[in-house]
């Protein structure tokens, strides 16, 4: 989990609270939209990992001029790099939707960019990315039929997914599920929204299983990718919030909902694994903003997207780390890993599969005549080999996940009803030893 530090206010704290205030928190990822010295030097020596962004003013000449992007380089990287953990370079921001028309500068200003950090001796410490908005698809719904607009594929996209394939980076996206729901709020339910419980949306595509928005939002993008043959490409979660309040047309924007989008996502993304159509990618999220921005433009929403108030007051608490959302090591000696039943069969049976395979768990006693074996459903045998890979890989976060197959309990399975879990006794006997 990373956040954006933006600062279009008045009103913030210095970088050097600023730095203080993020290890506090003990978030170890910050990104920026500039490359502000006296930012730069307060996170020297912090351990926080460091985005840096080239303003979208700034592609014309980066692209024109290689000596532009190498002085760039040299003055807002290199001159900061190592002790500021500068991890990458964001070139522009939204680039396709900048009403200045730089998008046809990028893919040579991401080039010119690379190119001096090549000079530098700081390529393989440093990734060059471009943030995209989910605007850059032609079509995000379902998530199987993703695919980016038709005129932005030769000219922009599938350069740009050759590049970062040739320099080992990354696709940033700017991904929020709060747009989709106030614009379809008929028809998108709220707790489909917010990570909460619900039945989930099956894509007719791909017969996978969703429980939530943001998952087949980033799955739209991967489909995207893919259709390009582009299946190898990992990407980074750049930005995404929720306002915690908003004009009376802004439908959704309260701190309630706010707090359950990003707690949610936050746990989440700290148990567990990546999304339906791609169970292995961990994915890295930064949380839009650190502040509320008062000098912002636009709906009420936009000047309250932050965690924190200027005087550094949280707006809403939610966890940050392992640590603080309950599912640290120390709290998860005694917890178990169960499939959810809401998740479907097909979708249960990959994850059984991959668990016994791939996965390493021990499913011996869920074979025929096992001790086991019995219930012989593809529910309880795959609580069985979740369990199993959740406790040989001592809990650690991430570990029961699958896609959304699974969740944590913290406490013995035989404790639940089974009105809430059938199969309660059954994983407290085959199960609570492991």
Excluded at 39 to 51: D, F, H, N, P
Excluded at 391 to 405: D, K, T, V
């Amino acid at each position: 989990i990373g956040v954006n530090y933006g600062r279009i206010a008045d009103n913030l704290p210095s970088a050097v609270k600023v730095v203080q205030l993020l290890k506090s928190q003990g978030l170890s990822r910050v990104k920026v939209f500039d490359a502000d010295p006296s930012v730069l030097r307060s996170l020297a020596g912090s351990g926080i990992k460091v985005t840096v962004d080239l303003p979208n003013e700034m592609l014309s000449s980066a692209a024109k001029k290689p000596s532009f992007a190498a002085a760039w380089v040299q003055r807002n990287v290199a001159a900061y790099h190592p002790a500021t953990e500068i991890e990458a370079i964001a070139v522009g921001n939204e680039v396709f939707v900048d009403t200045h028309n730089t998008t046809k500068f990028l893919i040579q200003a991401m080039r010119n960019i690379h190119q001096a950090l090549v000079k530098s001796n700081l390529h393989s410490a440093i990734k060059v990315s471009s943030p995209i908005a989910l605007s850059a698809l032609q079509n995000s719904y379902p998530s199987s039929a993703g695919s980016f607009r038709q005129e932005l594929v030769e000219p922009v996209f599938r350069p740009m997914l050759e590049f970062l394939r040739e320099t080992g980076s990354y696709l940033m996206v700017n991904a929020y599920p709060f747009f989709a729901y106030e614009a379809n709020s008929d028809v998108i339910s709220l707790d489909y929204a917010l990570f909460r419980e619900n039945p989930g949306n099956v894509d007719a595509g791909n017969g996978l299983r969703y429980f939530s928005l943001f998952d087949a939002q980033i799955d739209a993008v991967f489909a995207a990718m893919s259709a390009l043959k582009f299946d190898d490409i990992e990407m980074v979660v750049s930005e995404t919030g929720w306002p915690s309040k908003g004009d009376g047309t802004e439908i959704g924007a309260s701190v309630a909902n706010a707090a359950a989008y990003n707690g949610n996502l936050v746990r989440r993304i700290l148990t567990g694994g990546g999304t339906p159509l791609r169970p292995k990618a961990d994915l890295t999220v930064y949380l839009f903003a650190l502040f509320n921005e008062d000098d912002k433009n636009g709906p009420t929403s936009e000047r309250n997207y932050g965690l924190f108030y200027p005087n550094e007051e949280k707006v809403y608490d939610i966890p940050f780390t392992s640590e603080g959302g309950g599912v640290s090591r120390s709290t998860t000696r005694n917890t178990w890993c169960v499939a959810s039943g809401e998740a479907g069969e097909e979708k249960l049976q990959a994850a059984l599969d991959f668990a016994c395979g791939e996965g390493g768990a021990d499913c011996r006693q869920i074979q025929p005549g096992a001790a086991c074996f019995k219930p012989n459903t593809v529910e309880a045998h795959a609580s069985f080999a979740f369990n199993s890979y959740y406790q040989r890989n001592e809990r650690a976060g991430g570990s029961c996940y699958f896609g959304g197959a699974a969740y944590v309990v913290a406490q013995p399975p035989s404790a639940y009803s089974r009105l809430i879990h059938p199969l309660s006794r059954y994983l407290f006997v085959c199960c609570g030893k492991c």
